[in-house]
């Protein structure tokens, strides 16, 4: 499974951004699909999840402001990050779990995201 993740770049705070990330390969296999993020300097730390059935579970942090879905059609992952925040800023990796598997067996290369201020 290949995962490529794009929609990163710079947005102000309270603007907004969307974060897309596309699965192709044997993606049959695929239940939960996901967002961390990694800031500089910082331990790599989960976002948002979503499983195949729409399950979600999101980070105290992004409540409220962020929101996961997927179109599994498309074998697709998305991130709508409404009024971020500076301290949203850092790279953020989509993520693809097996059936049976972890949340995360699968990365993408990762994504920029800057929040100016």
């Known amino acids: 499974v290949q995962l490529q993740a794009s929609g990163g770049g710079l947005v102000q705070a309270g603007g907004s951004l969307r974060l897309s990330c596309a699965a192709s390969?044997?993606?049959?296999?695929?239940?939960?699909m996901g967002w961390y993020r990694q800031a500089a300097g910082k331990q790599r730390e989960l976002v948002a999840i979503i499983t195949s059935g729409g399950g979600t579970n999101y980070a105290t942090s992004v409540k409220g402001r962020f929101t996961i879905s997927r179109d599994n059609a498309k074998n697709t992952v998305y991130l709508q990050m409404n009024s971020p925040k500076p301290e949203d800023t850092a790279v953020y990796y989509c993520?693809?779990?097996?059936?049976?598997?972890?949340?995360?067996?699968?990365w993408g290369q990762g994504t920029q995201v800057t929040v100016s201020s």
């Open positions: 390969g044997r993606t049959s296999g695929i239940n939960a």
């Open positions: 993520s693809a779990g097996r059936i049976g598997g972890s949340l995360s067996d699968y």
